[in-house]
């Protein structure tokens, strides 16, 4: 059973360029969260979506940023015109469920640099 | 808002020893979870807990919910090498999906 995929698992990226991260949660998970971690601190919510819908984009940044999770292929984390804060460790996170049982499940991140 | 504080933030052991840490919040969180960070990965689920009091193995890991549900403890018994790493409690915040992460302790284990 594969578990949460992302790619790609690096991604350089000069200031200004888009950056786009995808996600494909487990099999059988229709929930998905993506948290960004910046160096010696814990993971920050960003969003969470369902498929077709953003069910709470509470803790992403006001502009350049968007999410989406069509009802065919990955989950995407879309930056524009990225800038060096941009820089980070961005993990997706599934779940099968609602309902707030809080587990989720960590895909390997896609590493951000801008340069 | 709802904060998680863990400590210690380090800690350098020998093979074999036994470690405890802990995390502990200002508010009160219905589920405790407890992760594992592996450098350059994601965070893999350890224990999960649901029930103020509740005391959960996992193998070497033993993780416990506080009474109060304002802290959690995780004691790892008899490390190895492999337990390197950082350890996150997380919970979920307010009643939502979100999940609020502590800071980690981060783990050395000396052969």
């Known amino acids: 059973n594969a578990g949460v995929m992302q790619n790609p698992r690096h991604l350089v990226r000069r200031r200004g360029q888009e950056a786009r991260l995808r996600c494909s949660p487990m099999?059988?998970?229709?929930?998905v969260y993506w948290y960004r971690q910046l160096p010696e601190e814990g993971l920050k919510f960003m969003v969470y979506l369902q498929k077709e819908n953003i069910i709470d984009e509470s803790g992403m940044p006001k502009e350049r940023f968007s999410a989406e999770f069509p009802k065919e292929g990955p989950s995407i984390l879309r930056i524009q015109q990225v800038v060096r804060g941009d820089s980070a460790a961005y993990f997706c996170a599934s779940s099968p469920w609602g309902g707030h049982q809080g587990e989720q499940f960590f895909g390997p991140g896609t590493r951000l640099t801008v340069l | 808002g709802q904060q998680l504080n863990q400590s210690p933030q380090s800690m350098f052991i020998q093979e074999g020893e036994d470690v405890s840490m802990n995390c502990t919040s200002s508010s009160i969180f219905n589920t405790w979870l407890w992760y594992k960070q592996d450098p350059g990965e994601g965070p893999v689920l350890l224990i999960a807990l649901y029930k103020a009091g509740e005391l959960t193995s996992n193998g070497r890991l033993t993780a416990q919910f506080g009474i109060t549900r304002k802290d959690s403890f995780l004691n790892i018994s008899a490390s190895i090498p492999s337990d390197v790493g950082i350890y996150f409690c997380?919970?979920?915040?307010?009643?939502?999906?979100?999940?609020?992460f502590g800071k980690g302790t981060k783990l050395t284990v000396n052969p």
């Open positions: 099999k059988g998970h229709s929930h």
């Open positions: 997380a919970g979920p915040r307010g009643g939502s999906e979100k999940l609020v």
